[in-house]
């Protein structure tokens, strides 16, 4: 396969057991790599304050689907796993303000798009954790599965693609998104587009949902820190804006407490 420099790319990291899932560039990068530095610093800006001041509203109305549904399903006094209805709503977040995708995820829990992540998320899992699932008859049929799943993750991405190009052109869209810098950055190679795409889910959606989980489990454990973080929100709640958020003092103490104990990554390393 060739990236968008004409580069023959035969890393291992850009397949998911031969089939391509995020590209080089995307979470492993060499030493001094200039076109991974041109592209973070391009999407730097995308990730700060003011862009994501423009998507507060996108993520109160996922917040709102999600305390439905969960409020929907309490009242059917069956166990509920709140894990997995928050990484939904992770994945409905990162497609509305990264990508102009509106996913429905929480919504939709049968949605394609979601199972076929979990899937791919699967076998990342496996080829890094068991490295045997690779070439062992026994892993077959998996396998299988999660390269079936990264095809139609990947066609789905280029529906989106297409569905974005297509709303800018109808001028239905006129604030600028991560995705149109990475329809920029990557000189019409649809390959690279999706990859960038991908590895927006694969390095945000566990994340967030994994600190998510967590935090919850600590104030399950933290009476006292429920009720100081529910007087914060509930303050909040009254007249809910993007600049009121900066005084949740006991949510910010929250999830730095929840992220000391329960990082999202097991590690982060400089070289290999």
Request: with cysteine; proline share 3%; hydrophobic share 40%.
């Amino acid at each position: 396969m060739s990236n968008i420099h004409g580069k023959q790319d035969k890393r291992p990291e850009v397949s998911l057991f031969g089939q391509r899932f995020v590209g080089p560039h995307c979470i492993f990068v060499n030493k001094g790599d200039e076109i991974w530095k041109r592209n973070r610093r391009a999407y730097t800006k995308y990730f700060g304050r003011n862009y994501m001041r423009q998507y507060h509203d996108q993520v109160k109305i996922v917040a709102s689907r999600l305390v439905e549904k969960v409020a929907e399903l309490a009242g059917t006094g069956e166990v509920v796993d709140l894990s997995h209805w928050i990484h939904l709503a992770s994945c409905d977040i990162i497609g509305l303000i990264s990508l102009d995708w509106d996913i429905k995820a929480v919504l939709n829990e049968d949605s394609t798009f979601t199972k076929y992540l979990d899937l791919a998320m699967k076998g990342v899992t496996f080829a890094a954790g068991r490295p045997i699932s690779r070439i062992a008859p026994q892993f077959r049929q998996m396998r299988a599965e999660v390269k079936h799943a990264v095809r139609e993750l990947r066609k789905h991405c280029a529906e989106q693609i297409k569905e974005h190009i297509a709303r800018k052109i109808r001028g239905e869209i006129t604030e600028s998104c991560l995705l149109d810098e990475i329809l920029a950055q990557s000189s019409g190679d649809q390959e690279y587009q999706i990859d960038e795409m991908l590895a927006m889910f694969l390095a945000g959606q566990e994340t967030v949902a994994n600190v998510l989980s967590f935090a919850l489990c600590h104030l399950m454990r933290e009476p006292t820190m429920l009720d100081s973080v529910e007087r914060d929100v509930q303050g909040y709640m009254a007249n809910p804006s993007f600049e009121k958020l900066a005084g949740l003092i006991q949510l910010d103490n929250l999830m730095k407490e929840t992220l000391r104990h329960y990082g999202p990554v097991p590690g982060l390393r400089r070289s290999v």
